[in-house]
């Protein structure tokens, strides 16, 4: 299966695209989990954000960067370190296939052009904790309830070049 993968900065959205991951999120984080909150939490403006999407123009899968600054995964304080990784999401009827890592791989080949030497951020469902480490990420903190839903602060060291 075959993926194209694209970044949008907030201003180059069309109103299909917004609509698409926005609906995506919706379907995943709220009705599939069963997990009432404010999906939509005002940082989307500051974010880039990855779509990979089928021949057919299907989007598969999604996430959004969050440039230093802007909020940290959980504590909702400035950023001061480096990016953060968030709503990561993948179709159900892609799930299995590979495609998390691959979009995963993807944020990061773009983190370290744009922030090069910084390290980076998430806040992950717990039961994902391993997914992540297999990327390299190192949790940071005891899981926490957020929303209903177990999570846990993680971090990929940054990559020194030298």
């Known amino acids: ?24 999120r919706s379907d995943i984080f709220v ?23 089928g021949a057919d123009g299907e989007l598969q899968a999604y996430l959004r960067l969050v ?15 480096g990016p ?3 709503r990561v999401v993948v179709a159900a009827a892609h799930r299995g296939s590979g495609l998390g890592r691959r979009i995963m791989l993807e944020s990061l080949r773009h983190c370290e052009a744009l922030y090069p030497g910084l ?3 998430l806040s992950g469902q ?23 839903i177990w999570h846990v602060d993680m971090q990929r060291p940054a990559i020194l070049r030298g």
């Open 126 to 148: 717990q039961h994902l904790e391993a997914f992540y480490a297999s990327l390299g990420f190192v949790t940071q903190r005891p899981a926490y309830l957020e929303d209903g």
């Open 67 to 81: 440039p230093p600054g802007v909020k940290r995964p959980h504590s909702g304080s400035p950023a001061a370190s």
């Open 31 to 53: 009705v599939e989990q069963n997990c009432v909150f404010s999906e939509m939490d005002g940082i989307d403006p500051h974010c880039e954000h990855l779509l990979a999407t």
């Open 119 to 121: 390290p980076v951020s």
């Open 84 to 86: 953060a990784i968030g």
């Open 1 to 24: 299966m075959q993926s194209t993968y694209i970044w949008h900065r907030w201003p180059e959205l069309t109103p299909d695209r917004l609509y698409a991951f926005l609906k995506l």
